[in-house]
């Protein structure tokens, strides 16, 4: 049924408007009537009351279109963060000779892709073959039905593979379109002059790899040359962003901002002070070149002799249970964020208040939240967000960035 013709619509939209702009539940003196959400969230109620939405890195991910590294900006050299690992081979794995379907037996894994979400463009005729095609004129029915399931289950895949091509062209064409007003915008107010995109983020993993991680039985994840079973596809792996004071500002672009809420996930106790391979001879931030526009050149020997180290590869120095935020975070860190060419700080004691998990290994950090844009009547706006962190105790100490959530 159309939406005009559903008599409650108007009156929907009056209880999602009211929700969204003005109900509250403070906690008052008699009892506390706040949902189990609010409890949680205290310092930002509102993310209870508001559709989230997100860019992340962690894997599976049902879309790549919504990885983290979209939405970061180059620095001017054209560096930004990338994945440093690459699968030995792509495409959908062959079934071992043992797990063949014997002839004449229903092939129930190629049913279950072929009829999967797009729906495949199946075609139901029978054809029949020429005596003399193939030599085939022989061949049982069985045989036949099975060759035309796999034929059409293979031209569904190529359907779907088209289609998601053009979906993440057109999202990425809209978020590039709209980062460039924006920084015509910021360029022209003469408050960004100073964020300019750091060169010394990089991404950090368990296995810091390249792949279509999305939880499905076609996924093409850890194929890597050390993998002692590249069947074995596991999809789970904790990927971010690491950078320290040496690293420059990480700026993004967060495509459509409405309710005026941007948080950021990030770890303190993910890193250390030789965990990032790019400023580990660095003396100052960027290496002194924030502003050199001599192109990033990511084959060179220096950039391919870089030191990668995921997370397993020194894993006890990560499951430090013992840490403290007293080793890892020094009294004179602060961390630096800009709204739209805005900065604001906050300082070590501020900073360690949301560290406070709202479930497993999750907490997050406000960057903006704004409650006269959502009291707009429009669709919202993107919103350039930059993050630095600056410490000369330990300066090359480091901290990740894996997911941001916005409304």
């Known amino acids: 049924l159309a939406d005009k013709y559903w008599h409650v619509g108007d009156v929907y939209k009056l209880i999602q408007n009211n929700l969204r702009t003005h109900i509250t539940t403070p906690k008052t003196e008699g009892d506390d009537v706040r949902s189990a959400c609010e409890k ?12 989230m939405h997100g860019y992340g890195m962690w894997t599976p991910q049902a879309s790549y279109d919504y990885n983290l590294l979209h939405i ?7 560096y ?15 079934l071992p000779y043992k797990q063949a379907i014997p002839d004449g ?20 005729s029978w054809i029949e073959e020429d005596e003399n095609d193939n030599n085939n004129s022989n061949e049982p029915q069985t045989g ?11 031209k569904a895949f190529r359907a779907v593979a088209v289609a998601t091509d053009k979906l993440s062209f057109t999202n990425m064409e809209r978020v590039e379109n709209d980062d460039r007003t924006l920084q015509r915008k910021l360029q022209g107010s003469g408050t960004a002059s100073s964020i300019v995109p750091g ?58 901002v409405r309710e005026g809420i941007i948080l950021a996930r990030m770890e303190w106790w993910c890193g250390s002070e030789t965990a990032n391979s790019l400023t580990k001879d660095w003396k100052e ?12 050149n990511g084959t ?51 900073w360690m208040k949301y560290t406070q998990e709202y479930s497993k290994n999750c907490a997050v950090w406000p960057l903006l939240n704004d409650e006269s844009m959502a009291q707009k009547d429009w669709e919202g706006e993107p919103v350039e967000v930059a993050i630095r962190f600056r410490s000369q105790k330990m300066p090359k100490q480091t901290y990740c960035i894996s997911h941001i959530y916005y409304a």
């Open 285 to 296: 931030v960027d290496d002194g070149k924030t502003m050199d526009t001599t192109p990033w």
């Open 105 to 124: 037996e229903i092939d129930v894994h190629a049913i279950a892709i072929a009829t999967t979400t797009p729906p495949p463009d199946l075609d139901h």
């Open 40 to 51: 949680v969230f205290t310092k930002f109620p509102r993310v209870c009351r508001v559709q």
């Open 199 to 256: 060169r010394g983020w990089e991404t950090h993993a368990w296995s810091p790899v390249k792949g279509f991680c999305d939880g499905s039985a076609q996924s093409e994840c850890k194929r890597t040359a050390d993998e002692k079973c590249l069947l074995y596809g596991a999809n789970d792996n904790h990927m971010d962003l690491h950078g320290n004071s040496l690293s420059g500002w990480l700026v993004f672009t967060v495509p459509k």
């Open 300 to 350: 060179s020997s220096r950039n391919r002799n870089l030191e990668v180290t995921p997370w397993n590869a020194s894993y006890s120095r990560y499951r430090d249970l013992k840490m403290t935020p007293e080793q890892k975070v020094p009294s004179d860190f602060e961390m630096d964020y800009a709204i739209n060419g805005e900065i604001k700080t906050m300082n070590r004691e501020e």
């Open 72 to 78: 970061v900006k180059p620095a001017l050299n054209g």
């Open 144 to 154: 036949a039905t099975r060759r035309m399931l796999r034929e059409s289950s293979e």
């Open 80 to 94: 930004k963060p990338y994945f440093s690992l690459s699968n030995v081979y792509d495409g959908f794995d062959l």
